[in-house]
């Protein structure tokens, strides 16, 4: 069992919370559709189109949905958004750091 420390949502108490990783599948996805109500957002991850060959349509199979609450889903575009800013500010320090060493 593989386990993670993490600290719970800034809004909620202080306290940590342990991530268990006991049955993790990982699949990779390149594709999705959400869907939203007022109580929930679905998003549903594909891994890609494929062909029908009886019809010749392209079919995207979806291998995982998850639904999260419009809270959580907030909470995630935020958590990815700033991933994605980290992500984007070491490539651009490596690249300024390779151009300073020419």
């Not at 306290?15 to 959400?34: G, I, L, M, N, P």
């Not at 062909?51 to 999260?68: C, E, F, G, V």
Request: net charge negative; hydrophobic share 35%.
């Amino acid at each position: 069992m593989n386990e993670t420390d993490v600290q719970s949502d800034p809004e909620a108490e202080q306290a940590k919370v342990r991530v268990r990783y006991d049955k993790t599948e990982a699949t990779f996805a390149s594709q999705f559709v959400v869907n939203a109500t007022r109580e929930e957002v679905i998003v549903n991850f594909s891994s890609g189109y494929i062909a029908d060959p009886q019809t010749n349509d392209r079919l995207l199979p979806i291998q995982t949905r998850i639904a999260m609450s419009p809270s959580g889903a907030a909470r995630l575009v935020n958590t990815l958004t700033q991933v994605l800013r980290n992500m984007q500010e070491s490539k651009q320090e490596a690249k300024q750091e390779s151009a300073d060493s020419e």
